[in-house]
């Protein structure tokens, strides 16, 4: 995440700060499983101190194979729907909940570029989903401009963003 701005780095930082505090305060462990950022949600996380507190695992599941084998997403999910899916994005969720020992699993499945896009899955396409004990698994769509380390970084946000979301209710 090197070529991030200023800005999307220090954004990053507040909100997984912000994340830290609110799960700590409430006694929770995350756990996160990634495609397209690669990492980079858990490098966000991990950058914070005393994260070790409140994170408790992350699944970097780049390949169809590694999304199968270390989180659960069944072959007929991934051929059916396509890995960049809603479907995906929940079963993704919900294996890193399940695998994990965590109360919240977050999920990031998308196409950052600059190739893989198609008509229906353009470049910036990503899907996330989020799976907590006892509550519904709540999933997002989302189209990203810019290139592959701004659509990256712009998942991170949104990620962060939308956790953060959710522990305010």
């Not at 989180?71 to 960049?84: C, K, N």
């Not at 198609?118 to 990203?144: D, Y």
């Not at 949104?158 to 305010?168: D, Q, S, V």
């Amino acid at each position: 995440m090197a070529c991030l701005t200023v800005v999307s780095e220090e954004k990053i930082i507040r909100l997984a700060v912000e994340l830290g505090t609110r799960l700590k305060e409430r006694q929770l462990k995350l756990a996160t499983a990634e495609s397209c950022t690669g990492g980079g949600l858990g490098q966000a996380i991990t950058s914070v101190s005393g994260s070790s507190q409140w994170y408790e695992r992350g699944f970097i599941s780049y390949s169809n194979a590694a999304k199968q084998e270390m989180l659960g997403v069944r072959l007929e999910t991934i051929t059916r729907d396509g890995a960049v899916s809603e479907q995906v994005a929940r079963e993704m969720a919900e294996g890193a909940l399940a695998r994990g020992r965590a109360d919240i699993g977050i999920a990031v499945t998308g196409i950052a570029g600059p190739e893989g896009g198609s008509a229906t899955k353009p470049i910036g396409t990503v899907w996330f989903a989020m799976a907590q004990k006892q509550q519904p698994t709540l999933s997002a769509k989302k189209h990203f401009g810019g290139d592959r380390a701004q659509v990256r970084s712009q998942c991170v946000i949104y990620a962060l963003a939308m956790l953060n979301k959710r522990l305010l209710t």
